[in-house]
Nanobody, 115 residues
Framework: QVRLVESGGGLVQPGGSLRLSCAVS????????MTWYRQAPGKQRELVAT???????NDTDAVKGRFTISRDNAKNTVYLQMTSLAPEDTAVYYC?????????WGQGTQVTVSS
């Protein structure tokens, strides 16, 4: 059974940084594309950043130059390093694993950017 557990969220002041982690149980991790999504109150869930099984990355324009996605296959963990955080980054951040037709979600971690 595949399980994704996010951690690292919290309250941070504007301009601050956070690093989110998503630990994945099961053998799918090395083969899966890993994606961070976020959902702000009253808004649809949106893609933040993706990293393929081979390490190629892509991210949405809203976070370019501020957020970095990475993965550690030895630890079955994907990270999202977030810098220069702004109030509009406030959302629940979700981790997603996708391999062929299989897709799994974590439970989400809250990130609040406020002074």
């Amino acid at each position: 059974q595949v399980r994704l557990v996010e951690s690292g969220g919290g309250l941070v002041q504007p301009g601050g940084s956070l690093r989110l982690s998503c630990a994945v149980s099961g053998s799918i991790f090395r083969l899966a594309a890993m994606t961070w999504y976020r959902q702000a109150p009253g808004k649809q869930r949106e893609l933040v950043a993706t990293i393929t099984s081979s390490g190629s990355t892509n991210d949405t324009d809203a976070v370019k130059g501020r957020f970095t996605i990475s993965r550690d296959n030895a630890k079955n963990t994907v990270y999202l390093q977030m810098t220069s955080l702004a109030p509009e980054d406030t959302a629940v951040y979700y981790c997603n694993a996708k391999f062929m037709t299989l897709m799994y979600w974590g439970q989400g971690t809250q990130v609040t950017v406020s002074s």
